[in-house]
């Protein structure tokens, strides 16, 4: 039986990813999980990021999803690789799991004129150096600097974010970065809840840098993917529905859902443990 796409994050942020997705793919059902009950992620440990992603990941298999994008640069960062190194081969052949970092640092150098990239990431993102390491395969003369922004992921959970405390924390996080290096030319938004964030962030940093955001991003990386995996594409289901899933409190998920993605939708709340 064919079966959604699955698309998980923490918590709200992976709906920008959704997002760009269902623009590029209207056909294709889509399954969205946000982990809201535990997040955020960025700041727990490998161990228990890797715990809660495979539980996520299992449930999402549960529900028939043969494909799975984890949209959220963390889960992808730290438990994608044994997802796919050690958990698929033997427990679930046929299904596949991608990440949203990939697609990202396969692009990202061709937008630097100078040759200096920050990257803007949790600190879990940050500290596993997956930025640096995979844009150094694609791209070895280009520089990486990093900054984690520990308070983003919750300004924009608490949707806080335009109060003069979070506009403090967006402002303080950029000036950190660019002190570090001000060649930087471009910007990653590393996170998928950052581009809630997107027009306060431009208006702090200087003329010229560039911002990239993912969710467009990886959704054409993933037409492209489907396209060179035609029979993973047939096993998808295509009836143009969408449905949200949380791990919170539906009421609470759909008071903030019209932040991130602009739809009627109304998500319903599971257990997945
Ligand atoms: N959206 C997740 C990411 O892209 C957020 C993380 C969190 O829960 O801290 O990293």
């Known amino acids: 039986m064919n079966g959604p796409i699955g698309v998980f994050d923490s918590g709200y942020g992976g709906l920008t990813v959704l997002k760009s997705i269902q623009k590029l793919m209207p056909q294709h059902d889509c399954l969205y999980l946000g982990d809201n009950a535990r997040a955020p992620y960025g700041t727990r440990s490998f161990e228990v990021i890797n715990q809660y992603t495979l539980e996520a990941v299992e449930y999402l298999f549960s529900k028939n999803c043969p494909l799975i994008i984890l949209a959220c640069n963390t889960s992808s960062a730290k438990a994608l690789r044994n997802i796919q190194q050690n958990i698929l081969p033997s427990k679930y052949p046929d299904k596949r799991v991608l990440g949203v970092i990939r697609p990202t640092t396969e692009e990202v150098g061709h937008f630097s004129k100078s040759g200096y990239v920050g990257i803007m990431g949790t600190a ?150």
């Open 124 to 273: 879990g993102t940050v500290v596993s150096n997956s930025y640096p390491i995979e844009i150094s395969k694609f791209f070895p003369k280009i520089n990486v600097i990093q900054q984690s922004c520990p308070m983003w992921v919750p300004l924009v959970e608490n949707n806080s974010f335009k109060e003069v405390g979070g506009q403090y924390y967006i402002r303080k996080y950029i000036n950190e970065l660019l002190e570090k290096e001000p060649r930087i030319d471009t910007v990653v938004l590393a996170c998928t809840h950052y581009p809630v964030l997107k027009n306060s962030i431009e208006k702090y940093l200087p003329k010229g840098v560039r911002l990239f955001d993912q969710g467009d991003l990886v959704a054409q990386k993933l037409v492209d993917y489907l396209k060179r995996h035609s029979s993973l594409n047939n096993q998808l289901s295509k009836n143009g529905n969408v449905e949200i899933l949380t791990t919170e409190k539906s009421k609470k998920f759909d008071g903030h859902l019209n932040l991130f993605y602009n739809s009627n939708n109304q998500s319903r709340t599971v257990q997945i443990v």
